[in-house]
């Protein structure tokens, strides 16, 4: 039986794109897919591809954006974001290990504003009514914290560029993406294998900074050279495709919203109800359809509950060592059954409690 996997990522995937993925190590046009060349034809075919359809989900295609797939992970745009937008100083919203980490990065670059953060209460809800100062080069968030289950609901108004870690909700929902200057998002969580990071981005605001920067970290490099200034992640990145395709032929972001909805209601709804649990985070407009974060309001479950899911087929389901408890990870992939299979098994402790 193959496992209910709620997993914070690398994820699940479509099974459709594991066979798809299996047929192509073994023979894509008549080679391996880990073995052609990422200039041949067939290749380049995959990559624009990759970056079309990336463009389309996303409401972004003529509208002045670049769709790259590089190396390095989300971590790396961290510091990629600064180095080529950042010329004095930048804002950030600090909502979760994540943003921490991003704001390190950018400190070595230039001033950062943090204009609010949770961190003092681990991350238990996403901080509102702050100001986004307007000489700033750019404001930074993060849409979706993966670790804490919070999940930014509304896209910030600002006058600055925005830029967004979009890596554990990308194209699980709708958003206004036309106001987003750059979207980065590392594959592992909703799109395709580790090895590939999405970046989209809007061409217009590259090149305002005065520092010379390493060709490889140069977003303009990666844009002239179609994600190919270096060999490309090309297994990743096909993967990604199929995924990218798969969710298009399953009717897109709009299709795929209505059903992580039901999913995540499916979740949040026997949290509240069942007495054994809580969920972590405070604010419930706060609540991340990704990732649910709950723990047992008695430890003293905690036994009987971990036997209980593992013995219903269940994976990675234990909550980010930071946080502890229990994480439910919901991206695209994961069947609405999957749920209900978590949801009885949580029915059933309180039955035998
Ligand atoms: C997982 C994650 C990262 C780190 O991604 P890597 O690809 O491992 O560098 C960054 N941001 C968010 C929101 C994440 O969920």
């Known amino acids: 039986m193959l496992k209910h996997n709620f997993s914070a990522g690398p994820c699940i995937l479509p099974q459709e794109v594991f066979q798809k993925a299996a047929a192509a190590v073994l023979n894509f046009n008549d080679l391996s897919i880990l073995e052609i060349s990422h200039r041949s034809k067939d290749f380049i075919e995959v990559m624009e591809k990759a970056q079309s359809l990336a463009l389309e989900h996303l409401g972004l295609t003529d509208k002045g954006y670049k769709a790259l797939f ?38 070595l670059f230039g001033e950062v504003v943090e204009v609010a953060s949770s961190k003092k209460d681990n991350y238990n809800y996403i901080p509102k009514g702050y100001i986004v100062p307007e000489d700033v080069d750019y404001f930074h968030i993060q849409t979706n914290n993966t670790i804490f289950g919070t999940q930014l609901q509304y896209t910030p108004d600002v006058s600055v560029p925005l830029i967004c870690d979009m890596s554990s909700d990308i194209f699980s929902r709708q958003r206004d993406f036309e106001k987003y200057d750059l979207i980065y998002a590392g594959a592992q969580k909703n799109m395709g294998p580790a090895g590939a990071t999405l970046i989209v981005v809007k061409e217009d605001i590259l090149g ?56 995540a209601a499916l979740i949040y709804n026997e949290i509240d109800r069942n007495p054994l649990f809580k969920g972590y985070v405070t604010e419930k ?19 009987a509950f971990d036997s209980l899911w593992k013995e219903a087929g269940i994976n990675g389901l234990n909550g980010h060592r930071s946080v502890g ?29």
Request: aromatic share 8%; proline share 4%.
């Open 70 to 107: 590089l190396g390095g992970g989300a971590t790396m745009q961290f510091l990629m974001v600064a180095y080529n937008l950042l010329e004095k100083k930048a804002a950030y919203l600090n909502t979760g290990t994540w943003s921490d980490k991003a704001i390190k990065e950018a400190k």
């Open 208 to 263: 305002k900074v005065s520092r010379q920067i390493p060709s490889m970290l140069d977003y303009r490099t990666h844009i002239a050279k179609e994600s190919m200034f270096n060999t490309p992640p090309v297994f990743p990145i096909y993967v990604s495709m199929l995924t990218l395709e798969w969710l298009k032929e399953n009717g897109g972001i709009d299709a795929i919203e209505k059903i992580n909805n039901e999913k």
């Open 285 to 303: 407009e706060d609540r991340s359809t990704m990732n649910a974060t709950f723990v047992l309001n008695d430890e003293a479950h905690a036994p």
């Open 325 to 353: 408890g229990y994480r439910a990870s919901m991206y695209n992939a994961l069947p609405l059954e999957s749920v209900q299979a978590l949801v009885d098994t949580m029915q059933e402790l309180e039955r035998k409690s």
